[in-house]
């Protein structure tokens, strides 16, 4: 089975992810896996180990915290992930599908190499 990626379009469309340059947007890519997640599909659990590094390409998803409920909702062009592996800590809240919804995952390796320096400058 082919595992299929991110494109170009969709990942600029990112606002973290806009300002970089072409080849590095088509490397990220290339390394990245779409995922489709139904309605109610939880994506990450908070205090889980954190490994990867999600933007959202299309549909709505909401994160929550145990203690403080709800957080925030995720809509495309949002991300999220980048918190657990930037602190080496574990997930700080849960993420889940409201809607139909299309997410795009890369490994803690690739987020080191491609995204970690847009934090860092």
Do not use: H, W
Not at 26 to 34: A, D, I, K, W
Not at 93 to 118: G, H, N, Y
């Amino acid at each position: 089975m082919r595992r299929e990626s991110a494109t170009v379009t969709e990942l600029s469309r990112v606002e973290l992810l806009a300002g970089l340059p072409g080849e590095t947007l088509t490397r990220l890519g290339e390394r990245m896996e779409r995922q489709d997640i139904a309605p109610g599909e939880r994506i990450v659990l908070e205090g889980d180990e954190g490994d990867r590094f999600y933007v959202v390409l299309s549909g709505l998803l909401g994160a929550t915290q145990a203690e403080r409920g709800p957080r925030a909702m995720l809509r495309p062009g949002a991300y999220f992930g980048e918190v657990a592996l930037l602190m080496n800590m574990p997930r700080t809240a849960s993420v889940q599908a409201i809607t139909p919804a299309t997410v795009a995952s890369c490994d803690r390796e690739t987020f080191e190499e491609l995204v970690k320096p847009l934090f860092t400058d």
